[in-house]
């Protein structure tokens, strides 16, 4: 007889209410009906939880034979097993025959849900059940004592052993759905029902689960669930999963996926089995838990590449259980009911998930791929059910049938950008890829267009509609096809009727946008302004076609301007009662959105726009409706690179912008600023601004507290930077102004946390940060204008105080960084530190010692210049001084820190051996034996921490050379220091590092020769050797350093310039061929999309590889040529002459047996340093009398 497995048909779901458990299994008898009156629970309460320990009655061994996946026993017959389900041969179809018919229903024999293999008896400490469900009970009390008492005893029990146990026992037993589960508080009904709190058995399940199953660095100290436990949980998981009802359900599936993550396949490997016995099933609920099974697993290996083994094992996983899944598929696409959707929608999410990455061989197989292909193209032709026409747009696109629509037309997509376009594996050796993407392209993607289009002309016609997500996937596909030549033939007799009723549509105001704009200017600018975030933004994809469109099919432009130019015409035309203002303001937004084409290099119709300008913008900075003087006021902004030839057009903008930026509606107030900011590169614009500078400044202030958008800051910012003289004198208002709008948004950040709780704050953190911080470069620059204007600068700093101690204290990470730099700008501007900055340096050192170790790289230019201008009363505070050197020694002796990290720890720490040279003796012993420990234990492959390694030592030579050779001595390490730096001196590339080991060797040279340790003294030679190689690689380090110097201050002309320039200057007479040759399309094979996908693949190798192959590069790079110190004031080359000739004078003989090592290329080259001494000595005092204005001393340089 056959398994009952093998056939099993997918049920037939018919529409039924979401509360009938008419499928459901027979529960056990239940425990009586509990009253939860606000006089049980305390009454219950009044006595502690016990525990009881008695041995449970071991389960009788399963009948039920384990399933051992084939592929994890490779070698050896193994018995039939649910993954492996007959071969799937029925609805496919050959490539002309697509969607030629329906799919024929297939009938298996039916089979029940089997029970689930338990392998590990319940032998184990036993909690009271009863007991636990009474806690469970009354923390769901509306009494708050009573809950508060719950919770409290609840939290002390549930890191007991069979504390999991119990809660499922709970979950598998319990009817009723307050106390199975609950996730939000809601008001009761009725007076007899309970209130609903985040509280129930499956909300501890995934909490436990969470913080237990697998240590991790948030939370260390939670004990983890025994292994004997999780085994149970296990076993029991997926039973109660299929068993249970909708929120249930929802509520378990993160577990399942945290416990995949861990345990899969190694610990448990029947998971598949399981499933696949799930999926064989006629229970729809059981269909249904296997496959939010199978997309788990799905999503667990969405990110795993093809070069590992992990990829190996779930290609295998997919060859077994996709079969079964394209069948589940092809029946639900006839079913009309809920229960279908939400199943569909869940198949083609594990197809997505499956196919992220990589396409295995097996979905490569053309025939596997025809038949998942057929089912997506009938999911996006499919007629949706009345049920799932809600009434509210957005209610309707989160319904299953549409999730399922938007998963249908993605994996096409998705299909043919990464996989089936020739352009995407140009630079493959997978022969079979190249193959599947011909087939591809030559069969499927032109059937997908011919779905796409008949949907849109479904949809222009009004006879359907789609949703948000659909019809961007539609023009992420059309844009898509714009490039490859065969999908160019086929898209392009339809472009004309695309553009006029499709992409034109789709880009005007909508009534809900106008509603918006009216009663809700807010949401609108977030909507219009902060497009990023809308991810499936219909008007976005629209504006990235027709870019793409113009890009690489330039004579598109043309036909897009007729149109554009029929609209506004005929909208001049019109009697005022009849014009079309929505067609006028989306023929403006499709023309502004074509700006950076139209300006390109060479563009034959550059020289219309001024008069397009002046004709068809200018009259709608004054119009009626306020949305089109918003438009019009960002048509000018995205024609910002127009050289206008009529300068009073220019003066007509800025009068029509400034009237707009005091306009009614708030959003023309934003687009106007947003408008000006460009305006400033034009000398008539910038002039004409001195005079009103301080009261624009007010003005966009004003719209900052008004709307939380972050351009605005960056319009402020290029400003305060542009306008700098001007506005000095209202610097401290201007800086009052900025704090207080800093401090609202950050108030209104704390407020949301303390009424959401963790789990939304960081979703709103991330919303208003991007307007806070640009908030605080603002604040940033302003302050660097001022560093002539100490008095200023010193109220300013008072005045932002507040600023750094409520972004601090409040643990506001994503604002860490801006902080910082606004501490260091202040103590960089004012090149001293007052008593406010040591408030922000007692600040910083707490908020390092709250668990910030990790920001060290960002406060460091602030510590830095703590240390360089705070050098004298560091000297008076030890204190001070005992927390720079905590946060070095926390770096340090914290193994969680990395190499990269503590490479800050070793610059905060030559600051201090810099600027505070005979205050820290005391510390110098720390710093060399935390270098010394790491050199002489371990390989250190990364050359930037070996070296900075390497330089804590050679500082304190610098700093106290007798007490450092005496630490190496004492420990041992001197000949290992000196062979591993002298070894290594080639490696010494920047400027700072030589110029550091020239003046380290030079106090070393210093010594009296009874200084020096016997064990080194043999190869003190190598020292002027050393330094030798030194001197001669300096100049070239220089040159480096210039160069870089140069590029951080002197950017190019063109750095401004659109991107899209030079793209477009290959060939004027592009503009006016009617089609590229076809061997454009083999040179520019790689596009953008291509591009960035190879990128990824690059860097994400590189990843894998690890750090030590990133930084293997010889030049470490001048990566601090911006950060001053002390070393920059010293000459090396009078320095060293001066020490010779000491050396000389006082200790000839020591000198001359030095000297006698050197060859006579290091002789020379010796000479040419204290020539080059000479010379500088004669520059700078030449330098410094001519300053003086005084004659040249001794005639000047010979």
């Not at 860097?1099 to 990566?1119: C, M, N, P, T, Y």
Request: aromatic content about 8%; proline content about 6%.
């Amino acid at each position: 007889m056959e398994p009952a497995w093998k056939h099993p048909a997918v049920p037939r779901l018919a529409p039924k209410s979401r509360c009938d458990t008419s499928n459901s299994k027979a529960s056990p008898a239940q425990p009586s009906e509990r009253t939860r009156s606000t006089k049980y629970a305390p009454q219950y309460l009044r006595s502690l939880v016990h525990t009881y320990l008695d041995a449970a009655t071991p389960t009788p061994a399963h009948t039920h034979a384990h399933f051992h996946s084939q592929y994890l026993t490779p070698t050896h017959a193994v018995p039939p097993s649910p993954w492996h389900a007959p071969p799937f041969r029925g609805n496919t179809v050959d490539p002309p025959k697509i969607l030629s018919s329906p799919p024929a229903p297939l009938s298996f024999l039916s089979t029940p849900i089997p029970p689930s293999p338990r392998h590990h008896p319940v032998n184990s400490p036993k909690m009271d059940t009863t007991a636990i469900r009474g806690l469970l009970a009354a923390s769901l009390d509306p009494d708050a004592d009573t809950r508060r008492r719950a919770e409290i005893q609840l939290k002390q029990i549930e890191e007991h052993p069979g504390f999991m146990d119990v809660l499922l026992e709970v979950l598998q037993n319990e009817q009723d759905n307050s106390v199975r589960l609950s996730s939000t508080w809601t008001a009761p009904l009725e007076p007899r029902c309970p209130p609903i709190l985040p509280c129930s058995p499956v909300i501890y399940i995934k909490n436990r689960v969470n913080r237990g199953w697998e240590k991790s660095d948030h939370n260390p100290n939670d004990t983890q669930i025994a292994e004997d436990e999780k085994a149970r949980f296990r076993d029991r998981l997926l039973p109660i999963m299929a068993a249970s009802q909708g929120l249930v359900r929802q509520q378990l599936i993160p577990v399942l996926q945290r416990i995949l993550h861990f345990d899969f396949p190694e610990k448990w490997p029947n998971f598949m089995d399981y499933t696949m016995q799930l999926l064989n099933t006629n229970d729809a609920a059981s269909v249904l838990a296997g496959l939010q099974c199978l997309l788990a697993i799905c999503r667990a290996y969405r990110f795993k590449s093809s070069d590992g083994d992990n990829r190996v094992h779930f290609d295998k996983i997919i060859e077994a259980s996709f079969p079964r899944l394209l069948a589940i598929c092809n029946e639900l696409i006839a079913q009309e009911s809920d229960e279908a959707g939400e199943m569909l929608h869940l198949a083609l999410k594990a197809y997505k998930h499956a196919t992220w990455l990589e396409l295995s061989a097996f979905l490569r197989a053309q025939q596997t791929n025809f038949g998942w292909c057929t089912v997506f193209l009938q999911t996006v032709s499919k007629a949706i059910p009345a049920s799932a026409m809600a009434d509210d747009s957005y209610e309707r696109e989160k319904h299953h049938w549409w999730k399922a629509k938007k998963w249908a037309y993605f994996n096409l997509n998705r299909l043919f950008i990464r996989h089936g376009n020739p352009q995407s594996v140009t630079n493959t050796k997978d022969e079979d890829a190249v193959r599947f993407a011909k087939e591809f392209s030559a069969t499927i993607a032109p059937e997908i267009l011919k779905h796409y289009l008949a949907e849109i002309e479904k949809w222009v016609a009004k006879t359907a509609w789609l949703s948000r997500p659909c019809l961007s996937y539609t023009l992420v596909f059309l844009d898509e096809s714009v490039r490859p030549k065969e999908m160019w033939n086929h898209l392009k007799p339809h472009l004309q009727n695309l553009v006029m009723h499709f992409v034109f549509p789709v880009l005007c105001l909508s009534e809900e946008d106008i509603e918006k704009f009216e009663d809700e200017p807010d949401e609108y600018l977030h909507r219009k302004l902060n497009f990023y975030e809308e991810a499936s933004a219909p008007d976005v994809a629209a504006t990235n076609f027709l870019v793409g469109l113009t890009k690489n099919r330039r004579k598109q432009t043309f036909e897009i301007l007729k149109f554009v130019n029929a609209v506004v015409n005929e909208y001049e035309q019109a009697p005022e009662d009849k014009k079309n203002h929505i067609a006028k303001e989306g023929a403006l937004r499709m023309i502004g959105t074509l700006a950076p084409v139209i300006l390109g290099k060479k563009s034959p119709i550059a020289d219309q726009v001024e008069y397009f300008l002046v004709r068809y913008v200018f009259p709608e900075f004054t119009s009626q409706q306020g949305y089109l003087r918003a438009r019009a006021c960002d048509t000018i902004e995205k024609f910002e690179q127009l050289n206008f030839q009529d300068q009073n057009n220019l003066l007509t903008i800025y009068r029509h912008i400034l009237d707009c930026m005091a306009d009614v509606a708030l959003p023309v107030r934003v687009t106007a600023a947003l408008a000006l900011q460009p305006l400033i590169r034009h000398d008539i614009i910038r002039t004409s601004m001195q005079q009103s500078i301080p009261t624009i400044m007010q003005q966009l202030l004003k719209l900052a507290n008004e709307a939380d958008i972050d351009a605005l800051a960056n319009v402020m910012e290029d400003f305060v930077e542009v306008f700098a003289t001007e506005l000095t004198p209202f610097a401290v208002a201007l800086s009052e102004q900025l704090r207080d709008t800093y401090l609202r948004i950050v108030r209104e950040v704390l407020d949301k946390n303390k009424d959401n709780g963790e789990d939304e704050f960081g979703d709103y953190l991330d919303e208003k940060s991007i307007t806070a911080l640009g908030v605080l470069q603002t604040i940033g620059t302003l302050i660097l204008t001022l560093e002539s204007t100490p008095d200023v600068l010193l109220h300013i700093e008072a005045v932002l105080m507040p600023v750094i101690q409520v972004t601090l204290e409040n643990k506001l990470y994503d604002l860490y960084n801006e902080v910082f730099e606004i501490i260091d700008s202040c103590t960089f501007a004012a090149k001293g530190i007052s008593p406010t900055m040591w408030q922000a340096f007692e600040l910083i050192h707490a908020t390092f010692k709250a668990g910030a170790e990790l920001y060290l790289e960002d406060m460091l230019p602030a510590l830095d210049n703590f240390v360089q201008y705070g050098a004298g009363q560091l000297v008076q505070k030890p204190e001070y001084i005992e927390a720079l050197f905590s946060m070095i020694s926390d770096m340090f002796n914290d193994n969680k820190v990395g190499g990269v990290d503590r490479i800050c720890a070793c610059k905060l720490a030559e600051a201090m051996m810099l600027n505070l040279r005979g205050n820290i003796d005391n510390y110098v012993l720390r710093f060399i034996e935390f270098a010394m420990t790491i050199l002489t234990a371990q390989d250190v492959k990364v050359k930037a921490y070996k070296i900075h390694l390497m330089e804590l030592v050679i500082n304190s030579i610098h700093y106290n050379p007798v007490l450092t050779l005496h630490i190496l001595e004492t420990k041992g390490w001197t000949n290992r220091f000196f062979s591993l730096w002298f070894g290594s001196m080639s490696n010494f590339t920047r400027v700072h590092d030589k110029k550091l080991c020239i003046v380290a060797i030079a106090a070393l040279l210093s010594l009296k020769a009874d200084q020096v340790p016997q064990s080194i003294a043999v190869g003190w030679p190598r020292l002027l050797q050393g330094v030798t190689e030194l001197f001669k690689t300096l100049p070239a380090a220089m040159k480096n350093r210039e160069e870089a110097l140069r590029d951080d201050y002197h950017l190019d002309a063109g750095t401004y310039d659109y991107g899209e320039e030079d793209e477009w200057a290959e060939d004027e007479a592009n503009w006016n061929v009617e089609d590229e040759p076809e061997e454009e399309e083999t040179n520019e094979g790689r596009d953008e999309s291509t591009a960035y996908l190879e990128f990824l693949n690059e860097e994400a190798q590189k990843f894998s590889r690890g750090v030590d192959d990133i930084e293997s590069e010889d030049d470490l790079g001048e990566d601090s040529v911006l950060l001053e110190s002390p070393l920059d004031k010293v000459d090396p080359y009078q320095l060293f002459s001066a020490t010779l000739m000491k050396m000389e004078e006082e200790q000839p003989q020591f000198y001359q047996s030095l000297a006698s090592h050197l060859t006579a290329e290091d002789q020379a080259a010796l000479q040419g340093v204290m020539q080059k001494a000479t010379e500088n000595a004669q520059a700078a005092q030449l330098a410094l009398a001519q300053q003086q204005g005084a004659a040249p001393v001794n005639g000047g340089a010979s």
